[in-house]
């Protein structure tokens, strides 16, 4: 063969795995799937094992039992040896013909960092768990999906963030589509324990979470807000519908799209005040996440007010308190934009990052509006998730894998610089 024919070939098979790479075939949907109580439980057997972070060194500790047990918790840092525990509360709630079970509430702690803790709950606990607590300072490393639903395409999502050894779960809403089915979420528990039984979840709500019937079940959130009870007390949030915590050196704004955003409203004003108590010597990152995005090219849910109204109303107190980031769901794909404020590059604006691929039933969301604004600077309808890991005061890297057919694939990576440590943008 002569030197003009293999080049020939270099450059044509070159050309095809440039193509096949574009042009990434889009998966179909995937139904529910149902996880079942395990064998060896029984109805008083804790299950559906989820933590969260309270405080500074405190940690929650979640689940429910059929049967009326013990809200206890046995820990210590070694396994199978339980020096410590705490007591707490039950709660239980009426859904239509559903009642579901009881739901346990147990905050532990103070907690070493950096320290693995071993746990057991309730009063019939077969299973030990056990979880790292965060690090003491920075780095610390977030993973991210919205819309995670629970099909075959969430169970390989989930099997990719349980490898990318995270600190911190962040769930920008639309958890279960358990979608007034409530046994849904009692399977949803049972979907994600092994991850969220061993690193903190936080999450905020999604319009899956709302759940209201008009007549029949007048109150919204029922579901949610009794099975992921998130730390608003201590933010000086009056609900579970937003809040913030802090984990060294971030400053995590958990903000909620389907309830009052307004100018004046109870959340606008605890927005104001949270933001104010900011330090951003202790925190120089400020990262916000909300369900419906205010910055979106793609066709599905383009124009709806939560996206809209609350970007109006919103965007200003962000873009003056320099948030870093604001990710959001609620469009099933992922996408990122530039630093933008009201519509426009900023060069001190918040990145907006759309991550609501976990997996769900319905599927992806592959149309966009053309051309692409000039402020997208990627944009796939495919299923996946996030990693964030905050490197230092002043970088931190972005990454974004791909579900490619159930293999994780690092698809869109970008180093970000902290506003905070922007002199052109620290002066406020
Ligand atoms: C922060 O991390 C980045 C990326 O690793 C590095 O280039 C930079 O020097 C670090 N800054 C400090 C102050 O350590
Ligand atoms: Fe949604």
């Given at each position: 063969m002569s030197l003009k024919w293999i080049s020939f070939l270099a450059v044509l098979g070159f050309a095809l795995f440039l193509d096949c790479v574009l042009c990434y075939d889009r998966p179909p949907s995937r139904d529910l799937i149902w996880?079942?109580?395990?064998?060896?439980?029984?109805?008083?057997?804790?299950?559906?094992?989820?933590?969260?972070?309270?405080?500074?060194n405190n940690m929650r500790i979640s689940w429910i039992t059929e049967d009326a047990t013990e809200s206890k918790v046995e820990y210590g840092t070694s396994s199978g040896k339980y020096d410590l525990s705490a007591t707490g509360s039950t709660n239980s709630y009426k859904y239509l013909m559903y009642k579901s079970g009881e739901i346990h509430d147990v905050v532990i702690g103070p907690l070493k960092a950096e320290t693995v803790y071993y746990y057991r709950c309730g009063s019939n606990p077969v299973r030990e768990f056990s979880f790292k607590t965060r690090p003491t300072q920075l780095p610390i490393k977030f993973a991210m999906a919205g819309d995670l639903g629970q099909t075959g395409w969430t169970d390989s999502t989930l099997k990719h963030i349980a490898s990318s050894n995270y600190d911190v779960m962040l769930i920008p809403g639309d958890l279960s589509y358990a979608d007034l089915y409530q046994p849904f979420w009692d399977s949803f528990g049972r979907l994600v324990e092994p991850l969220a039984s061993t690193r903190p979840w936080m999450v905020t709500h999604g319009n899956h979470e709302v759940e209201k019937i008009p007549v029949v079940h007048s109150e919204s959130f029922t579901a949610y807000n009794s099975r992921w009870h998130m730390p608003f007390e201590e933010s000086g949030s009056n609900s579970n519908l937003y809040y913030s915590f802090e984990v060294p050196g971030v400053h995590v704004l958990m903000l909620g799209s389907y309830t009052d955003f307004s100018n004046g409203s109870p959340q606008y004003k605890w927005l104001e005040e949270d933001l104010a108590k900011v330090n951003r010597n202790k925190t120089p990152w400020v990262i916000a996440l909300v369900h419906a995005p205010w910055y979106n090219t793609n066709s599905a849910h383009q124009g709806e007010g939560e996206s809209v109204e609350m970007r109006k109303s919103m965007e200003g107190l962000l873009y003056r308190a320099r948030v870093d980031i604001v990710f959001a769901g609620h469009v099933h794909a992922y996408e990122r934009f530039t630093r933008v404020y009201d519509g426009k590059p900023d060069a001190c604006g918040t990145v907006h990052i759309t991550i609501g691929d976990g997996g769900n039933r319905e599927g992806l969301a592959s149309e966009y509006n053309d051309p692409k604004e000039e402020i997208s600077i990627f944009r796939e309808a495919s299923f996946g998730h996030g990693q964030f890991e905050v490197v230092n005061g002043s970088h931190a890297l972005w990454k974004w894998h791909r579900n490619d057919d159930d293999e994780s694939v690092m698809a869109d990576s970008v180093w970000l610089r902290n506003l905070a440590d922007d002199p052109n943008c620290n002066k406020l």
């Open positions: 996880v079942p109580l395990s064998d060896d439980l029984d109805s008083s057997s804790p299950q559906q094992v989820h933590i969260s972070l309270v405080g500074e």
